[in-house]
């Protein structure tokens, strides 16, 4: 079966160097190992993503000379396919509904932290410090029938007691270079969200579903996601999914060695290109031949 690797931007913004960076290393993996390059668009943040950013996706990666298999898979479009893994959670008592606002989670997180340090997950932001996990079932639906706002997250003691020891084989490295057989640590992040009101599915959910259904047997993605990967491996043995192998690259950083991000216009696809910049001239300002 030949390789399957996938680009998966998020339509929020322009592309720059470090998108051009990972684009380009997984047409180059996938064309080195005989296999297939897929674009994925993951815009299930409808405040954030717009039309107009999915356009010049397809543009400045046709201009960097990245050809994709279409049809181009849209999470937008699939909304019911993540519904069905969180039912299939739920159905396994793992998932459960939370009332409380950003601004009350908030204000717990600084109670907690008046009382001594509240644990953050890798990425810096604080565990959901609230309680709903322990609302009675008769509690829940009462506010669910009122029409409260309610977000769905996992029972991460509960998952890691179904799917304990997970690890995945990185090719690539970590932040403190983890390689080979790394051991995926789940409960680092909380009590994550499966799904908002406004947004019925998370971005860990859609990807390991459509990494699965898209038959992808190569993650390459920046090194920003490498303990995103725990949540991953522990989603992926809650539903059956496949796990593939993971390769989490360097950060393309700016002069002052910050990451980039997609409003720095200096370091913009589209402001390179109208600077008289080629695609060969990319390739040497990330580093690759
Ligand atoms: N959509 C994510 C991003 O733009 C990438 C997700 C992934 O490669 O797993 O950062």
């Known amino acids: 079966m030949p390789s399957v690797f996938r680009f998966a931007p998020s339509p929020n913004g322009h592309l720059h160097l470090g998108h051009a960076y990972s684009a380009l290393l997984n047409h180059d993996l996938a064309r080195d190992a005989g296999g297939r390059l897929l674009l994925r668009i993951e815009d299930i943040d409808a405040t954030r993503c717009r039309p107009e950013f999915e356009r010049a996706i397809y543009e400045d990666l046709a201009w960097l000379g990245i050809t994709w298999e279409t049809p181009v898979r849209r999470q937008s479009e699939h909304f019911a396919a993540y519904g069905a893994a969180i039912d299939r959670l739920s159905a396994q008592g793992l998932v459960y509904p939370s009332f409380e606002s950003r601004a009350d989670i908030a204000r717990l997180v600084r109670e907690r932290e008046a009382g001594g340090a509240w644990p953050r997950d890798p990425d810096g932001a604080p565990l959901y410090p609230g309680t709903a996990k322990s609302l009675s ?5 009462r506010l669910i029938g009122q029409g409260a706002p309610f977000t769905l ?3 991460m003691a509960a998952a890691c007691g179904r799917a304990g020891g997970l690890r995945w084989h990185e090719t ?12 995926a ?3 680092a992040w909380g009590d994550v969200v499966l799904a908002r009101k406004e947004t019925p599915t998370s971005y860990h959910l859609s990807v390991v579903i459509d990494d699965a259904l898209q038959g992808v047997t190569d993650v390459v993605r920046g090194v ?3 303990w995103s990967t725990s949540v991953h491996r522990l989603l992926q043995e809650l539903l059956g999914l496949p796990v593939p192998a993971y390769r989490h690259h360097r950060l393309i950083r700016d002069a002052a060695g910050q990451k980039l991000s997609k409003s720095t216009q200096a370091t ?3 402001e390179l290109r109208a600077e008289g910049a080629s695609p060969a001239d990319v390739r040497r300002l990330v580093g690759l031949r």
């Open 185 to 187: 640590r789940p409960e």
């Open 137 to 141: 079932a008769e509690a829940r639906d």
């Open 153 to 155: 997250r996992l029972d």
């Open 268 to 270: 913009g696809l589209r």
């Open 224 to 226: 920003d996601l490498f």
């Open 172 to 183: 690539g490295e970590g932040p403190a270079g983890e390689s080979g057989d790394v051991a």
